[in-house]
Nanobody, 119 residues
Framework: QVQLVESGGGLVQSGGSLRLSCAASGSISGINGVAWYRQAPGKLREVVAG???????NYADSVKGRFTVSTDNAKNTVYLQMNSLKPEDTAVYYC?????????????WGQGTQVTVSS
């Protein structure tokens, strides 16, 4: 079984930084891509950042230049570095990781972590 555990959320003032982590455990060979999503109250879940297995990244316009997605393959952990945070970044953040097991790729979701940015 594969488990994703998110951490790093919290309360921060506007302009501050947080780094979210999403650690994958279980019988996996590696990570084959990741995306970070967020969902604010009353809004649909939206993708904010993605990283392909080839190393290409893409970001929502609202976070471009402020957020950075990365992976540590040795630790099977993915990260979302968030700088210059704004109150509108307040949301529950979810990682979606494509995990390689037995030569196949499976998609798993983290449990979500709350990020609150105060003005």
């Amino acid at each position: 079984q594969v488990q994703l555990v998110e951490s790093g959320g919290g309360l921060v003032q506007s302009g501050g930084s947080l780094r979210l982590s999403c650690a994958a455990s279980g019988s996996i060979s590696g990570i084959n891509g990741v995306a970070w999503y967020r969902q604010a109250p009353g809004k649909l879940r939206e993708v904010v950042a993605g990283l392909t297995s080839g190393g290409s990244t893409n970001y929502a316009d609202s976070v471009k230049g402020r957020f950075t997605v990365s992976t540590d393959n040795a630790k099977n952990t993915v990260y979302l570095q968030m700088n210059s945070l704004k109150p509108e970044d307040t949301a529950v953040y979810y990682c979606n990781v494509h995990v390689v097991r037995g030569g196949l790729t499976y998609s798993y979701w983290g449990q979500g972590t709350q990020v609150t940015v105060s003005s």
